[in-house]
């Protein structure tokens, strides 16, 4: 399940302060952002590093985060609540909900509705969320004429490119640490009132994507829920459909092959269970599937830059640091 993210002692609410971090690790990262629930999968090889300017003013949260590898997002907003992403970068594939999302694509989704996002490597979104009441109320005061039905259903819509600059300028003025003060909330609201004014819903997928999607989900919670039965002739055949069919529902909805990404999500859930401290190395790893200690090692050197007896170690050396700091 997503987890809470963590403020580090930090009170955002009605603080204008920027605050700064990084983590070297996808799930810290994903922890880092205030307010939400999220779980992050790292799903490209290589060292993960991760970035994220934010800040509060009043009830608004801005946000820019950046991250350095491929990563499957979870993510859940505060209820209540509407968050847009504006990707910084759009000539890779950006996608959610298993939709692939075009240039100048403005992705929204409501609070307290689960979503997913998988997003390339080297990517970085701007995001604001700010609760739905104050928007209905300047929309009213200024005479918008927003789609709310369609806005809580479809997570993608068409922005103008002008309209999408002017909002992405805007947030980069808000989170630029050598300023000297932010814009005022009403003007950023105002802003997001254009943008969304001028957005055109994207053209709906056809109905066979709904069933992918289902396919996709299916053989996710069943890896997930039972591990030793990751092979995809048993996943084709508890799903009832063909390699090919599986093939081609994973490579539309993820941009992977079934066999990378659900091998992925286990060595990430490996990852997790590690920093966690729950097991030896290879106990972990035979829960999750993984039967042939020498692949194991090199599938997660490969995926995390660092062998999975580092990961271990780096969980005890923190819990020598937390005694340490118990008794002095």
Not at 10 to 18: A, I, Q, V, Y
Not at 74 to 87: D, Q, R, T
Not at 228 to 251: D, G, H, N, P
């Amino acid at each position: 399940m997503p987890q809470q993210g963590a403020g580090e002692g930090f009170n955002p609410h009605g603080s204008h302060h920027l605050r700064a971090v990084s983590a070297d690790d996808a799930d810290e990262h994903a922890n880092n952002l205030t307010d939400w629930q999220q779980q992050y999968d790292q799903v490209s090889a290589g060292a993960f590093r991760g970035t994220l300017l934010e800040r509060h003013q009043g009830q608004l949260q801005l946000f820019c985060e950046a991250t350095s590898q491929a990563v499957r997002q979870s993510c859940c907003v505060p209820e209540g609540s509407l968050w847009l992403g504006l990707p910084v970068q759009v000539a890779q594939e950006i996608r959610i909900n298993g939709r692939q999302a075009p240039q100048h694509a403005l992705l929204t989704r409501p609070g307290g509705v689960e979503f997913e996002l998988i997003t390339p490597a080297s990517y970085a979104i701007y995001g604001i969320v700010v609760p739905k009441a104050a928007l209905l109320q300047l929309a009213g005061q200024l005479g918008c004429q927003i789609d709310w039905g369609n806005l809580g259903q479809e997570p993608l819509w068409q922005a103008t490119p002008q309209a999408y600059q002017r909002c992405c300028q805007l947030l980069a003025r808000c989170l630029d640490p050598a300023a000297d003060s932010a814009p005022p909330d009403g003007a950023v609201l105002s802003f997001v009132l254009d943008l969304l004014d001028s957005a055109q819903l994207e053209p709906l997928a056809a109905r066979s994507h709904g069933r992918r999607l289902k396919v996709v989900a299916a053989a996710r919670d069943k890896v997930l829920a039972d591990p030793q039965q990751a092979s995809i002739a048993q996943l084709c055949q508890q799903l009832a459909v063909s390699r090919r069919t599986l093939q081609y529902c994973f490579e539309t909805v993820t941009g992977q092959s079934p066999l990378h990404y659900l091998r992925a999500l286990r060595l990430n859930a490996v990852r997790r269970a590690l920093l966690r401290g729950e097991g030896r190395v290879t106990e972990v790893a035979a829960a999750w599937g993984f039967d042939h200690p020498s692949q194991f090692a090199s599938d997660y050197r490969q995926l995390f830059g660092c062998l999975p007896s580092q990961t271990r170690e780096a969980h005890a050396g923190m819990d020598v640091s937390v005694e340490a700091g118990l008794v002095n």
